[in-house]
Every structure is written in C-alpha cells, then in structure tokens.
Nanobody, 115 residues
Framework: QVQLVESGGGLVEPGGSLRLSCAASGFTFGMSSMSWFRQAPGKDRELLATIPSDGFATEYADSVKGRFTISRDNDKNILNLQMNSLKPEDTAVYYC????????WGQGTQVTVSS
C-alpha cells in the first residue's frame, strides 16, 4: 500500500528555516521522480520543486528558487525539502507526491511563518 508521510513542519519566524521530510513506502521510490507541493488556505495546490530519481537536474518554482532545496535519500526512501529565508507567504500545508500526482496524498505538514 502506497504511503506518504510528511513531517517537519511548524511555526517559524520570517527569515527562519525548516527542513521537511517525506517518508515513502509501497512503491519503487528510487525509480520515481518526486516533488513537493503546498496549499495555502483558499489557494490551489502549488508545485514547488521536483527531483528526478537520480537526484540530479532539480527544478524549482520561481516562488521558492534560491531559498528551498529538494533532496532525496533513495536508500531510506526519504524526500527532503530544506527551506531557508522563509516568508509569511510560505505559510501552507506541504505535501510530497510524484510530479504527475500519481499517488494518494499524505496528510501533509503545516508550515506557519509568522512573527
């Protein structure tokens, strides 16, 4: 059974950092491109970053480029998102999935950026 479990969210002040993780199981994680998404209240879900199966050629949305870094550990089936220089507009629930959204969504992890 496919399972995506996001963790690492929390409350952080503007300018702060957080590291999110997504534990994946039930599919061939090491052969799958993976992405991070977020959804803010009242807004559509937004694709933030994508990493191919080999970990190279990452891609980022303009809204997070230069501040967020996606990475993966194929031995542990873990997807990560290092978030630096956080802004209030980064407040959202963060999710992982394939870039084509082929898996059931996990519960997400809430990130709140506020002073």
């Amino acid at each position: 059974q496919v399972q995506l479990v996001e963790s690492g969210g929390g409350l952080v002040e503007p300018g702060g950092s957080l590291r999110l993780s997504c534990a994946a199981s039930g599919f061939t994680f090491g052969m799958s491109s993976m992405s991070w998404f977020r959804q803010a209240p009242g807004k559509d879900r937004e694709l933030l970053a994508t990493i191919p199966s080999d970990g190279f050629a990452t891609e980022y949305a303009d809204s997070v480029k230069g501040r967020f870094t996606i990475s993966r550990d194929n031995d542990k089936n873990i997807l990560n998102l290092q978030m630096n220089s956080l802004k209030p507009e980064d407040t959202a629930v963060y999710y992982c999935n394939t870039p084509w959204i082929t898996l059931s969504w996990g519960q997400g992890t809430q990130v709140t950026v506020s002073s």
